[in-house]
């Protein structure tokens, strides 16, 4: 089974709403970006991740894996990044 250990959003969001829809255990889209959820973060911060790439906490990285890797297949640009195990 898949476990994302990380997910972090690159610049040029387009603030669609598409990945909080698939999946809003993870992200929330701003007015200007979309960010990463502290509940989910190991270093409990609420930014897009990109600069520290915090590892999910607990067992979200297993339990949302399928959720995490449908949103940034169907992120418009492109712009969520995962690292998979
Ligand atoms: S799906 Fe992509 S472009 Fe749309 S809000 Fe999420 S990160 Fe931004």
Do not use: Y
């Not at 829809?21 to 190991?42: G, Q």
């Not at 890797?69 to 195990?85: D, L, R, S």
Request: with cysteine; net charge negative.
């Amino acid at each position: 089974m898949a476990k994302i250990t990380s997910v972090w959003i690159e610049d040029g969001c387009i603030v669609c709403n598409a990945c909080e829809t698939t999946c809003p255990e993870v992200f929330t889209v701003t007015e200007e970006t979309c960010k990463i959820l502290a509940e989910v973060r190991v270093d409990g911060l609420h930014d897009t991740n990109l600069e520290s790439k915090s590892p999910l906490s607990g067992s979200f990285g297993a339990d949302l894996a399928d959720q995490i890797i449908e949103a940034a297949e169907g992120c418009p640009v492109e712009v969520i990044k995962f690292v998979k195990v």
